[in-house]
């Protein structure tokens, strides 16, 4: 049996799900460290090992991209220090993609100021609305 490992269960289905459509079996087992292993009988003909083949590397090129996706919404872009009313100095994440819109628009010097801002409007709440007589 020749075996093809997957991360992701949809790739994984539509795999088997173009191996059935070659007529042949294949079967899924869960993998000892992470994804699953689907196994496809071997020795077939040449025709039918490209066809696997192809349709492997194909789904291979979408799994690479849906894990630099993953890794990519996991990890900050970058952490905004902030001074707090009490003196503290603390790190504030952004996720990458407020992280980037922010910089397209704003530099660094920018980006602080607007989360202290923020961050002191937190701490010291004004009630009542926007627009009024000081």
Known sequence: MADYLFFDEGLR???????????????????????????????????????IDDEFESL???????????????????????TLPDGRDVGVRLPAHYGRRLFQHFSIEEVQEMVSIIA???????????CRKA
């Open 60 to 82: 291979m090129v979408e799994q690479h991209r849906l894990i630099e996706e993953a890794d990519e919404s996991a990890r900050s872009l970058m952490s905004v220090t902030v």
């Open 13 to 51: 289905d539509r795999f088997v799900a173009a191996v059935s459509g070659l007529g042949l079996p294949s079967s899924v087992r869960p993998d000892s460290m992470a994804g699953f292993i689907v196994e496809v009988p071997d020795e077939l003909p040449e025709e039918t090992e490209q066809a």
């Open 120 to 130: 002191q409007g937190v701490f010291n709440p004004v009630d009542g609305p926007i």
